[in-house]
């Protein structure tokens, strides 16, 4: 990468664009609305669980002009969520401010392991043992959705919901590869504790993106 186009990615004018495409959202708060998705190459939270493990070397996805993305997004939708990889390792925002100036609202999931940057109209965490997130994104959350992979999950997210505030709404996943055992382990636990929610990846039960 020359000189010129790292300042651009440092400034968050370029993203690392690992691919875009408009389709439904299958998990959390908005499950069953369309939006387009934008996915930002680079993570090193390292979760063993990752469904797109090709999103974390940064290298391997071009520094794309965010104006051309925010082009591409107002042909389809107006909503967007900034995914990854783990997309706060960039500025968004530059890519933000852009993206509400044209009505779009900007919605993003994250780990909360780099600094909050960015304009957002809803702002998902998503911790992770691995990289834990910075005090300052806990406050920002509209959204706490912890992935449940064993019990001791369960322990981990009621520490994370302490930490959140009161406006966040709360959700448990069962990760995919375990969704048969742990769904009606979160099942059980939502039943007995009605402050959190069931998140489920109904984009994979529907064969979606």
């Known amino acids: 990468m020359d000189k010129n186009t790292k300042d651009l990615v440092d400034k968050g004018i ?6 875009e495409f408009y ?3 299958g998990e959390g708060a908005h499950t069953g609305t369309a939006a387009y998705f934008i996915r930002v190459g680079g993570c090193d939270v390292g979760c063993h669980w990752c469904d797109v493990k090709e999103s974390w070397n940064a290298e391997l996805h071009p520094p794309t002009l965010a104006d051309t ?28 401010e852009n993206l509400q ?15 909050f940057s960015g ?10 043992k691995t990289k834990m997130p910075l005090a300052e994104c806990y406050p920002e959350a509209d959204e706490l959705k912890m992935i449940i992979h064993n019990k001791s999950d369960f322990d981990f997210a009621e520490q994370e919901a302490a930490k959140v505030g009161a406006k966040c709404q709360l ?19 939502v039943m007995k504790n009605p402050k959190w929610k069931i998140s489920l990846q109904t984009h994979k039960y529907l064969n979606i993106p």
């Open 69 to 96: 993305i925010v082009d591409n997004v107002k042909k389809y939708a107006n909503t967007v969520v900034i995914t990854g990889g783990e997309p706060l390792m960039w500025s968004m925002d530059y890519i933000t």
């Open 101 to 115: 100036k044209n009505n779009i609202r900007t919605h993003i999931e994250t780990s909360g392991a780099y600094s």
């Open 171 to 189: 959700y448990l996943q069962p990760e995919w590869s375990k969704k048969e055992k742990m769904t009606a382990e979160i099942v059980d636990y």
């Open 119 to 128: 304009k957002w109209n809803w702002f998902c965490l998503s911790p992770k």
């Open 23 to 25: 389709t439904i959202q």
């Open 14 to 19: 370029m993203l690392p664009l690992m691919e």
